[in-house]
């Protein structure tokens, strides 16, 4: 309450009053949020969709007052938008380079640990390949799923688009920097590639482990699962930091939104959504 | 000669000057929009011509990574798709055409006309995200090669975008033939079909054209279609079952990259070079129309 003045004290206490009585389960980093209002827009990298989707819900079943709009794009259109004003926040999949903080002026918050699965489909047999074989796959050089144990059947490559965060972390730390064979086919986001090696039993491609369910079977690095466990111990190398941006200092909101995302609140949303939460 | 729609508004002179104006206004805030899109493409594609980049924009092979940025497999891939989809979109929209306009019972007619005016509203985003879900697995499992998001996929959808395109704008040149044409033909005992083949279709062959090039353009400029369901591999199209990627759709995947990179850059070769295939297309309309004028098979309003 210390942070509240006198002048709002009297609509705030009633409408807090309210909303107390309604929202008994949410309580301290929510209450940055009470006699707020405006919007908030968010653009970028497609990973943290699901995450920022959830904690906006919460924030504006708090209070209707504050606006959140959450949209996709990708890491390049995170860093582009927040950089030209025009969202309050961008998200990016990757720490941003020198060049971009510079040209910028961009403020990073990173929040979560997000490790990058290499995905199949669930009908295939394959579920377990050496960082080698992962990398001759991608090149082009394996063509066939016997080669690496499985089936008689040719590989479906998919890959990400060139501003992809999700791509630079698989392409750095799984790959080593490796070509990736031209007839790959590129899809525009984790839920397109989520969609495409879902429907094709002969396909690979990876994603944010935040984005693995049921309809796709994550691939073991040389028998160590893509988890969050093995992420959050190391032994899971393919992991990046997802990352907040806003241009300078952000504002009261935009400064409670990204509070509420650091608070054990928000750590929670992050887990239930197989992110690690990072602490603040 | 029917009563001039204008003669009441012709009254008023001073209301006359008034709208001059403001479609003068209209007019030359339109074409100076255009004229600055192409100068700024200009301006962005500047640093290419300057610099001696332009040989690695336009070079065979699309690999960022390893320092090569051509766009000539996106060029191939935009044409061969186009012209895919305009081969397989050009005879039925043609028969569907001849059909509601001569051959089908006027009801029937008129029924498939508004079917293809419906046909026109249907977002873009339903045909690729419907071919997503359908297409896709049915071309993977029957072809049993690729992945199924490959040029023949995205043709077959292109082309249901394009079928309206071109059967309404030919059905509009197919009216304003003369309809002495049709009663001289009846007079003389052609049957329809007879009447199509030997009268219409000889008489509206400059309606053929420009229902084509207006069909190529609808399908060269689609983005979602190739963006969604050709796969996106920067490749030549070799068959038709291998993955590609159009001009438009790599300037939507790549749009988002570092703006001081190369890639960034041949976002805007590629665009300069959407911009001038689209003025071709419209300076073969504007050729093609010019000779309608003097065609003496249309009537003369």
Known sequence: MKRINGRWLVPVLLAGSILIALNQAYCSALDNFKGLEGTISIAGGTAHIPVMNDEAKNIMTFNPAVKITVEGGGTGVGVQKVGEGLVDIGNTGRALSPEEVQKYGLKSYPFALDGVATVVNPRNSVSDLTAEQIIDIFAGKITNWKEVGGKDAAIHLFSRDEASGTREVFWEKQLKKGTVAASANIVPSNGAMKVAVAQDPDAIGYVSIGHVDDTVKAIKLAGIAASQENAMNGSYPIVRKLYMNTKGDPNKLVKAFIDYILSPDGAEIIKRHGYIPLQQ | MPLNPNRSFRSHPQLERCAEWALLIATTIAAAAIISILLLLIYFCLPLFTSGELAAVFSMQWQPFAGQYGILPMCAGSLALSLLALVLAFPPAIGVCFFAHSLAPPSAGRMLMALLHFMTGIPTVIYGFVSVFLLVPLMRDWLQAGSGFTLITAALTLSLLILPTIALVFHTSLERLDPNFRLTAEAMGFTPIEQVRHVLLPAASQGLLMAAILGFGRAIGDTLIS???????????????????????????????????????????????????????????????????????????
């Open chain 2, 227 to 301: 963006l969604m369901l050709a796969g996106n591999a920067a490749q030549f199209p070799t068959s038709p079952y291998t993955s590609i990627r159009t001009l438009t759709a790599h300037i939507a995947l790549v749009l988002a990259t570092d703006s001081q990179s190369m890639a960034y850059r041949s976002v805007f070769a590629s665009g300069l070079v959407l911009f001038l295939l689209m003025g071709m297309i419209n300076f073969a309309i504007r050729r093609f129309g010019g000779t309608r004028a003097g065609n003496s098979h249309e009537k003369d309003d």
